[in-house]
Every structure is written in structure tokens, then in C-alpha cells.
């Protein structure tokens, strides 16, 4: 909700909220398809969330998003008084509710987790699920990756990987090719 605003006040990127991946995750799938955007409260991102989308670039019906918050969830109540919630439990729930959101809507092709407490349940989620999920460690990853030099080529190599025979791989420049 503070993307333009904070983006406003400075010169460098500003990535506040998991929902800046949604224009390339609507991209990619068929106009009928849907995604799981999970809140910790889903009525107050209800009434924002037209906002949300066109302050992260997407220009598509909202429908297209169900909203799942995490309110009815079992054991969140703990997170939400500021307890320490039994997170191996309260993960399992989690994704007991997103299973049965699915069976409820066959057109979900993603999750995106809108909330801030639950990034460390996405990989979680990703297996029991078989979903990509999206999240505010994904968004930073994404950016941060493209200002970075790729570690698997280019000039970011250490030195012993470019020499021929050197690195723990095994690989000497050209030995596949016998023209080199």
C-alpha cells in the first residue's frame, strides 16, 4: 500500500510488497487463471486491493486473485496477540486450508503470500501443494539477481574455473569440443 509513496521519496528501487511479482506471474498463465494471494487479514485487503494491483502494475480483473486470509486459520490467533505460535503446527494448518481453497477453485495456478509472517512456510507450500509460490523472499531474490553477476558464468567465476582443468568439476576448456 506504501509502494508509490516510499518510491516517491527516493531514487533507489523499492520493492515493498510480494505483489510486485503479479504482472509477470499473470504473464505467464491463461486469462482464466487464478491465484491464492494470502493475507493475514482479507477483508481489510479487499477493500485495497484494486489499489494494490495497479500499484504493482498489473491491470487485470481482481477477481482473478482469491484472497485467503489467514485469520481462520488454527493457531493463528497466537501471531496475531503477538505469541510465538508453534510454527511446525500452524504450517500444517496453513496448508490444510490452502488445499482445501484449491478444491474449492481448479483454475489456481500460483500463491503469492502477501503477508509478511509466513515466507518461511513457502517452501513448505511449494512441496505439499506442487504450486510455485511467491513471496517477499522471491521479489527480493528476483531483483537482486539482476544486479548481480551470475555465479555460473561470466565474470564472477573464480579464477581456477576459467583456467583449463582447473575447478572441483573436473572441466578443462574445450574438452568437449576437439576443435579447441
Known amino acids: 500500500a506504501f509502494q508509490q509513496f516510499v518510491r ?3 531514487t533507489a528501487p523499492v520493492f515493498m510488497s510480494s505483489m510486485l511479482q503479479a504482472p509477470m ?8 487463471a487464478k491465484y491464492i494471494l494470502v493475507t493475514a487479514d ?24 482469491v484472497l485467503f486470509g489467514l485469520g481462520d486459520v488454527a493457531g493463528w490467533d497466537a501471531v496475531e496477540e503477538g505469541q510465538e505460535p508453534d510454527s ?3 504450517r500444517a494448518a496453513v496448508i490444510k486450508s490452502l488445499q482445501k481453497a484449491i478444491k474449492k477453485d481448479s483454475d489456481v495456478q500460483g500463491i503469492i503470500l502477501e503477508s509478511s ?14 504450486l510455485p509460490v511467491f ?5 527480493v ?7 548481480v553477476n551470475n555465479a555460473r558464468f561470466g565474470v564472477s567465476l573464480p579464477a581456477q574455473h576459467l583456467q583449463a582443468g582447473g575447478g572441483s568439476s573436473g572441466f578443462a576448456a574445450g574438452a568437449d569440443n576437439p576443435d579447441l
Open 8 to 10: 516517491s521519496k527516493t
Open 25 to 32: 506471474i499473470v504473464a505467464a498463465h491463461d486469462a482464466e
Open 42 to 65: 482479507s477483508k481489510t485487503l479487499k477493500r485495497k486491493l484494486e489499489d494494490i494491483l495497479i500499484d504493482s502494475g498489473v491491470t487485470v480483473d481482481a477477481d482473478r486473485f
Open 88 to 90: 511446525d503446527e500452524l
Open 117 to 130: 509472517e509466513i515466507p518461511h512456510f513457502a517452501d513448505g507450500i511449494r512441496d505439499k501443494l506442487q
Open 135 to 139: 513471496d517477499v523472499v522471491t521479489v
Open 141 to 147: 531474490d528476483y531483483f537482486r539477481g539482476s544486479s
